[in-house]
């Protein structure tokens, strides 16, 4: 059974670099996609962008400016990174696997989440 | 983007009786390969989201049949036949068709 956990600094300051890893551990990050959502109390749910495990990457058009996610098959891991951070940015950033297929054809969406990773921005 | 919109935002009700929760888009969330990409996720208190609903009415593996997801084109709906304690929590319906996804604003189930 697929098991995902966020790690990265919960207090980035302002201007600076927010950068987040979500390791996989029961299974392998390839043929997958892997997306990056946060949440925070004035925006609900964000779905910021998702990487696949060869290093394609789709992002949310209102963070692409300063977003760049990555995979490493290696170490079995993805990673986020959100430059210039302001309070804005300041929320819940959960890891998940973007989808797969079932035998029968579904596509099954966010079934697999990581616990979450409270990211503070101040100075 | 897809804007999704979730009613109502908050819902009372009593253990054993119904609730049911309206999801709109504001374009059809039918894909060319004729398939519709709505999913319904339920986030209980201090936890992840958890996927109830693929597709529009196909329960994920282990979600109780109390749960069924209905719809079409833009308009969708999640009803919980019986609720029970533990389904309290936040329910959210979300559109994969389009980058990026979106999410509705969340309906807050409360007993």
């Known amino acids: 059974q697929i098991h995902l956990q966020e790690s990265g600094p919960g207090l980035v300051k302002p201007s600076e670099t927010l950068s987040l890893t979500c390791a996989v551990s029961g299974g392998s990050i390839n043929n997958y996609w892997w997306t990056w959502m946060r949440q925070s109390a004035g925006k609900g749910l964000e779905w910021i962008g998702r990487?696949?495990?060869?290093?394609?990457?789709e992002y949310n058009p209102s963070l692409k400016s300063r977003l760049t996610l990555s995979a490493d098959t290696s170490k079995n891991n993805f990673s986020l990174k959100l430059s210039s951070v302001t309070a804005a940015d300041t929320a819940v950033y959960f890891c998940?696997?973007?989808?797969?297929?079932?035998?029968?054809?579904?596509?099954?969406?966010?079934?697999?989440w990581g616990q979450g990773a409270m990211v503070t921005v101040s100075s | 983007d897809i804007v999704m919109t979730q009613s109502p935002l908050s819902l009372s009700v009593t253990p054993g009786q119904p609730a049911s929760i309206s999801c709109k888009s504001s374009?059809?969330?039918?894909?060319?390969?004729?398939?519709?990409?709505l999913y319904w996720y339920l986030q209980k208190s201090g936890q992840a989201p958890q996927l109830l609903i693929n597709?529009?009415?196909n329960r994920f593996s282990g979600v109780p049949d109390r749960f069924s997801g209905s719809g079409s084109g833009t308009d969708f709906t999640l009803k919980i036949s019986q609720v029970e304690a533990e389904d309290v929590g936040v329910f959210y319906c979300?559109?994969?068709?389009?980058?990026?996804?979106?999410f509705g604003q969340g309906t807050k189930v409360e007993i």
């Open positions: 979300v559109q994969t068709l389009q980058t990026p996804r979106t």
């Open positions: 998940a696997r973007d989808h797969y297929f079932e035998n029968n054809g579904i596509r099954v969406a966010f079934d697999v």
């Open positions: 374009q059809s969330l039918v894909h060319t390969n004729g398939k519709t990409y």
């Open positions: 990487v696949y495990a060869t290093g394609v990457t």
């Open positions: 597709e529009v009415s």
